[in-house]
């Protein structure tokens, strides 16, 4: 019964290292998301997939890339962190206009 | 600008019901609106979402206004358990927009 699984679940980088954000699925959904919450705000979308081979960008995208791997996997690429990128990050899938499942986050920590 | 605004915190007796308000006055007549809820460290939980009529499921109730411009979560019967930050979120296509959110305190 794992959802959407998120690695790592913690991360501590300096600036200007670079790093991916692992997320997949078992849901067989088509769709995928990638947000950030910063603290005390609601989620802001990055990037969004709607089906394998697909990518868009959402509200924020500037300074991340993804990857549609294939239909389970969406990864979240920093080429250069930066200490405005602090965030948790968190991966969601869903069916067309479905409901999203969320996975618990990756708290991410750019110094 | 937020495209839904929400009060930022409410309170709740246990076990009374509990409407949580939801603007969004720019909805456009393909968005849907969704509503999740989040407790601390976790990500958010899918509870309810429509486009023009009210919706039931086992969770709550969504009342969209007839015009769309509004809408309001219904929880029956508030538990322990539903204390948490709460969502609107207008969908547009496939972008999610969420406002700042309601933290709903429930007092025993």
């Known amino acids: 019964n794992a959802g959407v699984t998120q690695t790592p679940k913690f991360q501590v980088l300096k600036t200007g290292q670079s790093m991916t954000l692992q997320c997949a699925q078992d849901?067989?959904?088509?769709?995928m998301y990638w947000y950030r919450q910063d603290p005390g705000m609601g989620l802001r979308l990055i990037y969004y997939s709607a089906s394998e081979g697909t990518t868009d960008k959402g509200e924020v995208p500037n300074g991340y890339n993804v990857s549609r791997l294939n239909k389970r996997e969406f990864s979240l690429r920093l080429e250069s962190a930066a200490p405005s990128q602090t965030s948790v990050y968190f991966c969601?899938?869903?069916?067309?206009?479905?409901?999203?499942?969320f996975g618990d986050g990756t708290r991410l920590s750019i110094l | 600008d937020a495209k839904t605004t929400q009060p930022n915190s409410m309170e709740s007796n246990e076990e009374e019901p509990v409407h949580l308000p939801c603007n969004h006055s720019?909805?456009?007549?393909?968005?849907?609106i969704h509503w999740y809820r989040q407790l601390p460290s976790q990500g958010p939980e899918y509870v309810i979402h429509g486009l023009t009529s009210n919706v039931n499921n086992r969770m709550a109730s969504l009342a969209i206004a007839e015009d769309r411009k509004s809408s309001t979560l219904i929880l029956h019967r508030a538990t322990l358990r539903d204390a948490a930050v709460y969502y609107c979120?207008?969908?547009?296509?496939?972008?999610?927009?969420f406002g700042t959110g309601t933290s709903l305190t429930v007092i025993p």
């Open positions: 849901m067989n959904h088509n769709s």
């Open positions: 720019t909805i456009s007549g393909t968005d849907y």
């Open positions: 969601a899938s869903s069916e067309v206009r479905g409901a999203q499942h």
């Open positions: 979120i207008l969908n547009t296509g496939n972008q999610f927009y």
